[in-house]
């Protein structure tokens, strides 16, 4: 024989006799289970993050890619890369990726201004600035 359907019963929740992220339940605090300190940190040594010597990654006609990479000294773990992009007698630009410096070697390299031409050109505008205001 079947069983007869029953209507269930309505549900009724229950009291809130404690709350479910209280710190008591967690047992935070030093030293125990759980929670924000769980003992380890203080066996961790401090991270100390140092800079691995520049290494030559990519060469063209009057540019060097060069990488610069950044380890973890506690646990050897790799924490990111700079790329410097150095064209011949300028200084270098700073990369996050490979792939941009790549594309920036294609394009030509940035112009200088001429040693001569940056001395003469304040004296220029402190003269011609002088001349304007009408002094005799």
Same mark, same amino acid.
């Given at each position: 024989?079947?069983?007869?359907?029953?209507?269930?019963?309505?549900?009724?929740?229950?009291?809130?006799?404690?709350?479910?992220?209280?710190? @008591?339940?967690?047992?935070?605090?030093?030293? *125990?289970?759980?929670?924000? +300190? #769980?003992? %380890?940190?203080?066996?961790? &040594? $401090?991270?100390?993050?140092?800079?691995?010597?520049?290494?030559?990654?990519?060469?063209?006609?009057?540019?060097?890619?060069?990488?610069?990479?950044?380890?973890?000294?506690?646990?050897?773990?790799?924490?990111?890369?700079?790329?410097?992009?150095?064209? @011949?007698?300028?200084?270098?630009?700073?990369? *996050?990726?490979?792939?941009? +410096? #790549?594309? %920036?070697?294609?394009?030509? &390299? $940035?112009?200088?201004?001429?040693?001569?031409?940056?001395?003469?050109?304040?004296?220029?505008?402190?003269?011609?600035?002088?001349?304007?205001?009408?002094?005799?």
């Amino acid at each position: 024989m079947a069983k007869t359907p029953v209507t269930p019963k309505a549900k009724v929740g229950a009291p809130a006799l404690f709350d479910m992220n209280s710190r @008591e339940r967690k047992g935070g605090g030093k030293g *125990g289970h759980g929670g924000p +300190a #769980r003992g %380890r940190d203080e066996k961790r &040594p $401090p991270s100390h993050i140092i800079s691995l010597p520049p290494t030559s990654v990519d060469r063209g006609e009057g540019w060097v890619i060069q990488k610069l990479g950044k380890v973890d000294q506690a646990s050897r773990a790799a924490m990111g890369a700079e790329y410097h992009l150095i064209f @011949e007698g300028h200084d270098p630009l700073v990369f *996050g990726y490979l792939s941009a +410096a #790549r594309d %920036r070697a294609k394009e030509p &390299p $940035p112009e200088t201004a001429k040693v001569s031409e940056v001395a003469t050109d304040p004296v220029e505008e402190t003269t011609a600035s002088g001349a304007s205001t009408g002094e005799a």
